[in-house]
RNA sequence: GCCGUUGUAGCUUAGUGGUAAAGCACGUCAUUGGUAAUGACGAGACCGUGAGUCCGAUCCUCACCAACGGCUCCA
């Protein structure tokens, strides 16, 4: 069965990743008697096929269900298709409840039902195969990779069915590089360079999903929230602080409770009946700071910031390293604003996340957030609230000409929100920035305003973060930056490196000036030679190390070198590349890295 | 939570039904060395946790915990 997207272009690859998972259906069907086949697309890298199985497939199986497939090729002479009646196809498919539920599904939208055939195969299918498998097929070029367990048409009240992925490409080199490549992606791996490079650590005995931050990298954490404080104050929100569980209460009127109770951890106090909750967002907080004193049309927008813990009971197999935790903290933000001032608060806040993103050279793409009409019960509100408050949003993004992609589903409970998303190294998407518009939580709050006229009105609410979470930011940023973090981010930003004992009193001289203009200098005056001295150096990934030896006290000048020959890092960089020298005075030196500190760098960030 | 994989020293890994090996890191001593591995010696692990089978379990079985890759979820 395939699965073809009309929009899918039918390119060589793509047919062979097709035939190859009816191949699968057909290898799997004949050395497990019973197995029944569902979906099987062709995906990015090659093709996944699930199936209804009689008993467990693990990878040690793989290597006879791939000699299984190169035996069955040899009898695929043609790929051919023909339309069949409901009749037949309900014929053929009896033995399967998933084909019969698609075949019914298909027949009743009216489309028509095709069948195709190859060697033994009868599948129904849209097509796109190789027309001559045995010759086309490139025997050597895919390979079976993973199994995973996946429900039936993607409903966890459904049965779960057995996923089987494959890897495939049209030549074996194209394969091999991409496995290669992959290995490469490994190892920038946030949570593999966490751990070498001493940043952040996890212990059985704290819990799982709770990151604990070493004082190298709760540097970088406050850097990336110290760095979301400057761009809040420009903005205009001022900080606040609040705790970090809450009554019960607060959670029922916001309406968390009855969406979200599921995953809220309950707090217990012996001296009252009702039980708290664990805060997994600071908005419910903020509306009271808000209604906590009367507010004119003239005060708004009212904006506060916030970086308070929060905690989600989130299902142990959802955590994953630092991009999804069940403690962690968001650079969160609310504005309280009159319906007039939405636009011009979305775009202050885009132009932010702009310049942030641009400050990190991250690439990212903006996705407009929008409910399911079909699924109401997800959200609070009315459809028309929900239809006005969407239609502003798409407005501000075209009007300010900005690309954008749609995400039917994608909004908050309570409205619709611009999301702004990058990948990880594994190219897997995370969302950071977001910026949400909400008309459903002040009405809840019953929360005001005196307008102009005199009348009592409710206020509207901007959610927002620059970062999204600066823990889950830290992850991505790590592996953007192979762990070569700009100057400005390094927890040590220079190494003094003496190559003798005798130099060691010169090199201190000059650690002594660097730290007292705030510089992260490191002095390596421990008796081991200079080699090992700069592999440390470079293990660490420092940005800038200055070796002291004979040469620089009597030249004066000092021998200055970097880790990434004198460039910024970017997601390609890595570690082992060049390094470049360069001969500085003392005074050079530290003026290169207080400006290179201040600015921290500047390129313009790319819009994909 | 579900499907699959994994858990041996700080790290990376080897290994076995009879309580375990190596490299790096670490410590001591020697080496005063100009840019990715100087030498010698030493210390370091009840083999994720708990139970079961066995004369005997790190190894086999079960349960639990945790990590990883998916699915679902993601305020």
């Known amino acids: 069965m395939c699965y073809c997207r009309s929009m899918e272009k039918v390119t060589n690859a793509y047919k062979i990743r097709h035939t190859l998972a009816h191949l699968l259906v057909t290898a799997i069907k004949e050395l497990y008697p019973g197995a029944k086949n569902a979906i099987g697309p062709a995906i990015d890298d090659g093709f996944y096929q699930d199936f209804d199985l009689p008993k467990a497939v693990s990878v040690e199986d793989f290597p006879k269900i791939e000699k299984k497939m190169r035996e069955i090729i040899k009898t695929w002479d043609t790929f051919t298709g023909r339309e069949v009646t409901l009749e037949e196809a309900r014929a053929e498919f009896a033995w399967n409840e998933y084909k019969t539920e698609l075949l019914e599904e298909f027949a009743s939208e009216g489309k028509k039902l095709t069948f195709y055939t190859s060697g033994t195969l009868v599948d129904l299918c849209k097509g796109g195969h190789l027309e001559h498998p045995n010759k086309d097929l490139p025997i050597d070029a895919f390979k079976l990779d993973r199994v995973a367990g996946a429900y039936w048409r993607g409903d966890e009240k459904n049965k779960m069915l057995t996923r089987i992925y494959g890897l495939a490409f049209e030549t074996k080199e194209e394969l091999e590089k991409y496995i290669d ?278 206020p509207v609410m901007i959610h927002r973060a620059i970062v999204g979470s600066p823990e889950r930011f830290m992850g991505i940023l790590i592996e953007h930056y192979s762990g070569n973090f700009p100057l400005w981010l390094s927890p040590v930003q220079i190494k003094i490196i003496p190559v003798r004992e005798n130099h060691n009193e010169y090199a201190k001289n000059i650690f002594e000036l660097l730290k007292e203009n705030n510089i992260r200098v490191e002095l390596a005056n421990e008796d081991e030679n200079l080699g090992k001295k700069v592999r440390d150096a470079k293990n660490n990934k420092i940005p800038y190390w200055v070796v002291i030896g004979d040469k620089e006290i009597e030249s004066g000048k000092l021998t200055l070198e970097s880790r990434d020959g004198g460039q910024m890092p970017t997601s390609e960089g890595e570690n082992g590349t060049e390094t470049s020298k360069s001969n500085v005075s003392q005074e050079e030196l530290l003026k290169k890295l207080l400006e290179e500190i201040s600015t921290k760098g500047a390129a313009p960030a790319k819009l994909v």
């Open 181 to 458: 490549q992959r290995e490469e992606a490994k190892k920038r791996d946030h949570k593999k360079l966490g751990k070498e490079l001493d940043l952040f650590v996890f212990s059985d005995l704290v819990g799982s999903g709770m990151p604990m931050f070493t004082p190298k990298g709760a540097f970088i954490r406050n850097s990336i929230i110290n760095f979301c404080r400057e761009l809040n104050a420009e903005l205009g929100f001022g900080e606040v602080h609040t705790p970090n569980f809450n009554k019960a209460e607060l959670f029922k009127i916001s309406g968390h409770y009855e969406k979200y109770k599921e995953d809220m951890l309950t707090v217990r106090s012996q001296y009252s009946e009702e039980d708290f909750f664990l805060k997994p967002m600071n908005c419910p907080q903020h509306t009271q700071i808000y209604a906590s004193r009367p507010r004119s049309y003239r005060d708004l927008p009212i904006r506060y910031a916030d970086f308070a813990n929060l905690y989600r009971d989130e299902r142990p197999g959802e955590l994953s390293g630092l991009t999804r935790l069940r403690c962690f903290c968001q650079d969160d933000g609310h504005a309280f604003c009159r319906e007039d001032q939405i636009k011009s608060e979305f775009e202050n806040i885009l132009g932010v996340v702009k310049k942030a993103l641009t400050t990190y050279k991250m690439n990212y793409k903006i996705r407009l957030s929008l409910w399911d009409p079909e699924k109401p019960e997800k959200y609070l509100g009315s459809p028309e609230v929900w239809e006005r408050s969407q239609e502003i949003l798409e407005n501000i993004l075209k009007e300010n000409k900005i690309k954008y992609e749609i995400g039917v589903g994608e909004a908050a409970i309570y409205g619709p929100k611009m999301d702004i998303i990058t990948k990880d190294s594994l190219g897997r998407e995370w969302q950071i920035s977001t910026i949400q518009l909400d008309f459903i939580m002040p009405q809840r709050f019953k929360l005001t305003y005196t307008d102009a006229d005199g009348k009592e009105k409710t």
